[in-house]
Each structure stands twice: as C-alpha cells, then as structure tokens.
Nanobody
Framework: QVELVESGGGLVQPGGSLRLSCAAS????????MGWHRQAPGNQRELVAHITSDGSTMYADSVKGRFTIDRDNAKNTVYLQMNSLKPEDTAVYYCNVLLSTAWGTPTKGYWGQGTQVTVSS
C-alpha cells in the first residue's frame, strides 16, 4: 500500500509564491521519477514538471523560469516551488510518483489526491 499526501496549496495574489509538497509513504522499495501535473476546469491534466532519481528535471514551457521542482530522497518527498504566479496557473495540482514496492517487481505510478492552487487578486 502506497499513499501520497500533498500540502501547500491555497489562494495567492498574482506575482506571489507557493510551495507544494508531496510525501510518499507505505511499502516503497525504490522511487524513480517524481512529478507534478495540474488540471484546470474544462482542461485536460497536463504535466508541469518532473524530476528523475538522478536529479534531472523537465518543465513545461509555461512554467520555465518560474517554477522549481526538487526532491528529498531521504524523506520520499517532492516539492514544487512556484514563483511569479499568474491567474492561468490556477488549477488542482497533483503529484505523481513512479516507484517499485519490492526488488524485481515492475514499477507503478501513483497519484496524490490533489491540492487546489488559486491565483487571484
């Protein structure tokens, strides 16, 4: 059993900052890629950023230079620092983690429950 618990969402004014956290717990052998997606009303879920186990990162063009993803492997936690927030960043943010639960078992993706980020004046 694996659980992802997200925190850090909320209401912020344009230009403000938020830091999201997602902690994985349960039966975990090894975590590979960790990432954040978001879904705004009426839109499809889209990838925001991800980070591999060796620290390589990838960002959507819309957030490059404003968002930073990092991870703490000792805590099985991934973070998303969001700066210079815009109204179009408003969405439910979901963390996604690719992991294996035992040696030799296939990897599987898990999703957090989502946390609302609202950027509005």
């Amino acid at each position: 059993q694996v659980e992802l618990v997200e925190s850090g969402g909320g209401l912020v004014q344009p230009g403000g900052s938020l830091r999201l956290s997602c902690a994985a717990s349960g039966t975990i052998f090894r975590i590979y890629t960790m990432g954040w997606h978001r879904q705004a009303p009426g839109n499809q879920r889209e990838l925001v950023a991800h980070i591999t186990s060796d620290g390589s990162t990838m960002y959507a063009d819309s957030v490059k230079g404003r968002f930073t993803i990092d991870r703490d492997n000792a805590k099985n936690t991934v973070y998303l620092q969001m700066n210079s927030l815009k109204p179009e960043d408003t969405a439910v943010y979901y963390c996604n983690v690719l992991l294996s639960t035992a040696w030799g078992t296939p990897t599987k993706g898990y999703w957090g429950q989502g946390t609302q980020v609202t950027v509005s004046s």
